[in-house]
């Protein structure tokens, strides 16, 4: 009776791990191409690229690539959309800021009549040197990736992982204290 009862559980046991394998057969595989876009290198380039996308959008950081799975996807051009983008965004903050300026200089000058200026100074020297620094960005990644891919690769998929999510997030805590 013993050895029925074991047997038994024996075939259980081994229909369950068949039932495990075909369910798991069964499901959709992922290609080739859908699992290299979930999985990330752990590169600097790959992680600071979706915080430069979003810099762009506030007319930032006007390098073309941000989002490749290489540095040598990038490019900055003056003729490029972004680049002209940021150059009319500039460009407005101009005359904003020249009011500012005279709207205080017009008028007793305390800490809030002060305030704008602050402001709208921060804003343009903030834009300039970005765009100052999207110029020689390219070059920057290019040169950064061999001294990257020489340092100690990350052991395992979450690491890389994480990497890449805490960069947004302190982008996001930056964003949200300013």
């Not at 229909?15 to 990330?40: C, G, H, M, V």
């Not at 003729?79 to 205080?104: E, H, Q």
């Not at 343009?124 to 990257?148: G, T």
Request: glycine share 4%.
């Amino acid at each position: 009776a013993r050895k029925k009862a074991f047997q038994e559980s024996c075939e259980t046991y081994r229909n369950q791990i068949e039932n495990e394998y075909e369910i798991r057969n069964s499901l959709p595989k992922l290609s080739r191409i859908d699992k290299e876009a979930f999985l990330s290198d752990g590169s600097f380039h790959q992680a600071v690229g979706r915080v430069l996308l979003v810099a762009e959008f506030f007319a930032m950081m006007p390098v073309k690539g941000v989002t490749g799975k290489h540095p040598s996807d990038l490019s900055f051009s003056w003729r490029n959309i972004r680049t002209c983008f940021s150059l009319l965004f500039i460009a407005s903050s101009l005359p904003n800021f020249g009011l500012s300026l005279f709207k205080v200089l017009n008028n007793p000058i305390n800490f809030n009549s002060i305030k704008p200026i602050i402001f709208r100074g921060s804003v343009l020297l903030v834009l300039k040197m970005a765009l100052n620094l999207a110029r020689p960005w390219p070059q920057l990644m290019m040169y950064w990736h061999p001294v990257e891919k020489d340092l100690p690769q990350y052991k395992t998929q979450l690491n890389k992982w994480n990497m890449g999510h805490t960069i947004p997030l302190v982008m996001l805590l930056g964003m949200m204290l300013s």
